[in-house]
């Protein structure tokens, strides 16, 4: 489905789920339960899905994943040289 003008505000809901990096099942669940709000423009079948909604759980998907994966630190003894002038 071709949006035209309205792609700049919405997305399809294959790409809605290309941003969010969920499959189909997972995508389609989200819609009936809420989490993802559907969009029923007059004069089209399919709903559409805001890109503010998308990009902002994007977002938090992508921190979520970075806060988990953590980083590791290595802690050394100091040490101290002279530098030679």
Known sequence: MKLGKLAEVYYTAAEARKRLG?????????????????????????????KKEINNMAHIIEATAIAEKGEVYNYRKPTTYKLEH
């Open 22 to 50: 969920i499959d189909e099942d997972t995508f389609q669940y989200w819609g009936k339960n809420g989490r993802i709000t559907r969009v029923h423009l007059p004069g089209r079948k399919q709903a559409v899905y805001s």
